[in-house]
Each structure stands twice: as C-alpha cells, then as structure tokens.
C-alpha cells in the first residue's frame, strides 16, 4: 500500500492525467429524518414538505445545527444549501464530518457571509490528527443566496475532494509515506450548522452582524450520505474496496476534473495557506506536493 500511495502521489505531481477518474454517482435525496436528527436549539430547526427540505435559524440569542446519525470511515457526503440572503455578514454556514476526540479529524465547508452587495466567501479546512490551520478561500461563479447548490465530500483512502456543483475545488491527497497525516482511521459524523461568527467570519471581525436583519435563515435538500458506517470504536472500513466509492476510479481526478480545478485555482481563489509566507515561511510538504496539480 505504502508503495503505490508513493507512486500516486508522485503521478498526481507530475503526470495529472495518468489515472483516470469519474464523475460521482447523482445523490440520492432522503428526508432528512433518515440521515439527521438535530443537535441543539430545536426550536430554530423549521421542517417543510415531509422533512425534505429543512431551514436552520440563527437570530440574536441562538444559532442551531443538525448531525447524522450514524460515523462514516469514508464515503460521498451531499447537501443541497441555499445560503442566507442579502446582509449575512457574521454568520456561517457550515457543513463538514468530524471525529470526537483530542486528536480529531475534520472536512470542513464554511460559508462565509458578507454585506449585502458582496460575494459570500467558500472556506474550506482539512483537519488531521487534531491539526488544521489548512484554510483555502474562494469566491463562487454563482450567488449561492439565490437558489440550491449541491456541496459534496468524496472520502477514501486516496484523496479527499470538496466538490460544488460537481466542480472539484479542492483535492487532499494521502500520503502518509510522505510524513503527512491523512484521515482514515477515525469515524467521523457529518455537522451542519448556522451560528454567529462575526469575531471572525467577515473581514477578519471588522464587520459586525446586523441584528435588525434577523432572522438569518439557511435553507437544506438532500440528505445525501452513501458511506461506510461504523461503530464509534471502528479503525477501519469493512468493505474496503467493494464501494463505488472506493474503486480505481475515484483514485484521482481525471484530466477535465484537474482542469476544472486549475480554473477555481486561477480564477476564484482569495486565499491559499500554501502560499501564506507570513503564517509558513517554509511550504508545508502537502503544498509542495500539490502546488501544480
């Protein structure tokens, strides 16, 4: 394993095209009680026609979120969000997997709100071993204000990747030869969540939540999740390999998805880590191993 891993990781810098990948399987909607069961403030959870489409509500004494019922060792995780309209800087929108201990793993999306007028700003962040500080920043081609957009994690043993709209922005590899940290021993649930960030979320903090435009709601279809279930004491999968998932496939992009990724990259990202000297004067291993893919 240790040795095709190498071999992957030494295509994928070099030769983008040498393994092909594919498209992943269209979602299967679900209402949201067969995935999802609410995580706090009840009250602010809103279910409309038979728990397929649901709305969280954030105003100025609570947010709220929602979890899956069961932990995942890999899989396709899909959520159709329509994000808060007009003036939602402050607040965040999140939906992302994550283990429960010290030392935790985590994919995460955040959707960063802004003033009416401006983009919302995509975050997304890869956690290992309880470490993150993987923040990469991108505008969208679309308002995703304005209508639902689907939002997908692919996870196997080979590559992370956050998809929108099918389009891959982001690609974390597994090469744990290298020295880096991967996660695949940690089930992880799947977390959404509106809440108040504004100490942070908008322009580093500067820009407040404006109160008199609560309340803020973001609106959910799609409960997808096709993934590997696990006890909270499971260190591995036990269909390794048998899921659609987890074939040849799904090992590596494929030459058109490379190429929609490039275009994110060069057209719509505002923030790399890889690329921040300030935080990293030397490129952390995984940048350089990515850095022209």
């Not at 969280?56 to 929602?66: C, H, R, V």
């Not at 429960?100 to 983009?119: A, V």
């Not at 995703?144 to 690609?171: C, E």
Request: with cysteine; aromatic share 16%.
């Amino acid at each position: 394993m240790a040795s095709f891993l190498l071999l992957l990781c030494v295509s994928s810098l070099f030769f983008p095209i040498v393994i092909m990948g594919a498209q992943p399987r269209k979602p299967i909607d679900v209402p949201f009680q067969r995935n999802y069961m609410p995580t706090w403030a009840f009250d602010h959870i809103k279910y409309f026609n038979g728990g397929n489409e649901v709305h969280l509500t954030l105003d100025k004494y609570t947010g709220t979120g929602f979890q899956s019922k069961g932990s995942y060792l890999f899989g396709h995780f899909s959520m159709r969000i329509k994000m808060v309209p007009g003036d939602s800087a402050g607040t965040v929108t999140a939906f992302y997997l994550s283990s429960q201990n010290s030392e935790h793993d985590e994919i995460d999306f955040e959707f960063l709100g802004n003033r009416s007028g401006q983009p919302y700003i995509l975050q997304t962040n890869v956690f290992t071993g309880g470490k993150g500080n993987r923040e990469q920043r991108i505008y969208l081609w679309f308002d995703p204000s304005k209508g639902y957009h689907n939002y997908a994690i692919l996870w196997n043993m080979y590559q992370i990747v956050f998809l929108v709209d099918d389009v891959p922005i982001r690609v974390f590899k597994n090469c744990k030869d290298l020295g880096l940290r991967f996660p695949f021993n940690q089930p992880m649930k799947l977390y959404s969540s509106l809440w108040n960030a504004d100490d942070w979320a908008t322009r580093g903090g500067l820009e407040k939540t404006d109160w008199s435009k609560a309340p803020f709601v973001a609106a959910y279809q799609g409960f997808h999740i096709d993934g590997c279930e696990a006890s909270v004491q499971a260190t591995y999968c036990a269909t390794q390999g048998k899921r659609w998932w987890d074939q040849k496939e799904f090992q590596d992009l494929d030459g058109l998805q490379y190429r929609r990724l490039q275009w994110v990259r060069q057209k719509y990202t505002i923030y790399n880590y890889c690329t921040d000297r300030s935080r990293y004067p030397t490129m952390p291993p995984e940048c350089k191993r990515d850095r022209d893919v």
